[in-house]
């Protein structure tokens, strides 16, 4: 994912967050405070914090989404985080998820990681 393309992403997932929050029953306020730390810690100055990597899901030469993974957060401990596999709705239900989740395995193991 390209740099203009991960601040176009941004601002949109952050506000979806904050909505799925709400919609689940936190308070607004509680809601925002979680925003806020969420922002601070993975994406300060509204950069992506180390260890973060945003991929985008190709069929060829058309994107079908994105994935993104971080790094361990415990040194040592070799467990990578996948905190999103999004693939554009026009292209659901025709293995891509599946398919992003057995090739984000294999590159997070390529990295040293589980």
Do not use: C
Request: charge should be negative; hydrophobic fraction near 40%; avoid cysteine.
């Amino acid at each position: 994912m390209t740099t203009s393309e991960f601040n176009y992403w941004l601002p949109g997932s952050l506000n979806d967050y904050l909505t799925e929050m709400v919609a689940s029953g936190e308070e607004m306020v509680v809601a925002e405070a979680n925003l806020k730390a969420t922002k601070e810690g993975l994406f300060p100055d509204g950069n992506p914090a180390k260890g973060q990597h945003f991929l985008k899901v190709v069929d060829g030469e058309i994107e079908v989404g994105m994935l993104w993974v971080r790094e361990p957060q415990i040194e040592g401990s070799g467990t990578w985080y996948i905190y999103l596999i999004m693939i554009d709705e026009k292209f659901r239900g025709m293995g891509f998820g599946r398919r992003t989740m057995a090739e984000a395995e294999k590159w997070v193991r390529s990295r040293g990681g589980t």
